[in-house]
């Protein structure tokens, strides 16, 4: 297949671009570099460096680019900073998607396989783990954007006939991770135990999140190549983990070289989240192969760390 990865220089987008690659796929990556990075762009991926705010580069890049899929990740994925711009965030994710679903309409571009957000678009509802058809209830401007291009994607679906698969991930981590995005705690405490400051619990730390590893995403993203059309799909292991279970993994991962956790303010967010994802199971046949611990030791040895306890070096 000639396939189109926005955000293909991402954490997330860059292992998808691996493994598409591995799968014998012609893959083209459109980034602007913004958290993304050159070093994570496999050298058999065609680049093209651009916006996708910009209509004309858009436009460009799927007109020659003859492609039978489109696997969107490129977004502004900051929840905090959300608040702070929400019309960037718009921007980006809302502008930045129909931009690329115009695209596809006019130069016939098949599939969409779209990243929204399980651990952002649900609220706080009352009974985890929750499923697809709960009501929608984001509490936020980057979850409210994520929302609007799922029923984008699908009202331009209804009209012209578009394949989608929309995914909604729970708090994915693994190596490449970012600190800053909406799940980054795993990378935040492991750059501060690198950089020998303690980790920050914000609040009480016992809010949870369903923490899923980056290359059970990818696994959910190859199986969408050829199946799960018109479906949205929770992405997650329907596990609540606390921050206080976050900090003693991470720990672990460091042996004794690890540092008391600091407290910090409470920050306004979902308190509690975990993702029931059996339809994805039912229908694509997705099964979440690795659990937390083991995922925190990945990433952790991916920033460098001896994971036996010892700094390198
Ligand atoms: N990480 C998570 O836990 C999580 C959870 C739910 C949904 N998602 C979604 O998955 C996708 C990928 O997230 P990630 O964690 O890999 O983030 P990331 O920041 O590592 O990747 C985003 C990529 O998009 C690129 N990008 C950003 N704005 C762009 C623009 N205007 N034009 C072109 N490229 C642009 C960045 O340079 C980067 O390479 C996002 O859509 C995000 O909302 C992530």
Known sequence: MRILITGGAGFIGSHIQ????????????????????????????????????????????????????????????????????????????????????????????PKIIFSSTGGAIYGSPGNLPVGETHPLNPESPYAISKMTCEKYIRNLSDLYGIRYTIFRYANVYGPRQIAKGEAG??????????????????????????????????????????????GIYNIGRGVETNVHDVYNAVSKAFGDRALEAGFGEEVPEVERIALDASLARTDLGWDPKVDFEDGVIETVKSFGVNVEGRFPG
């Open 185 to 230: 705690v795993v990378a935040i405490y492991t750059e501060r135990l690198l950089d020998g400051r303690p980790p920050i619990i914000f609040g009480t730390g016992d809010n949870t999140r369903d923490y899923v590893f980056v290359g059970d995403v990818v696994d959910a993203n190859a199986l969408a190549l050829t199946k799960g059309d018109g």
């Open 18 to 109: 691996d493994k598409y690659i591995e799968l014998g796929h012609d893959v083209t990556i459109l980034d602007n570099f913004s958290t993304g990075k050159r070093e994570y762009l496999n050298q058999d991926a065609a680049l093209v460096e651009g916006d996708i705010t910009d209509e004309n580069v858009v436009r460009r890049v799927i007109e020659t680019g003859n492609f039978d899929l489109i696997n969107h990740h490129a977004a502004q994925i900051n929840v905090r900073y959300s608040f702070d711009d929400p019309v960037n965030v718009c921007h980006v994710n809302v502008i930045g998607t129909l931009n690329i679903l115009k695209a596809m309409i006019d130069f016939k571009v």
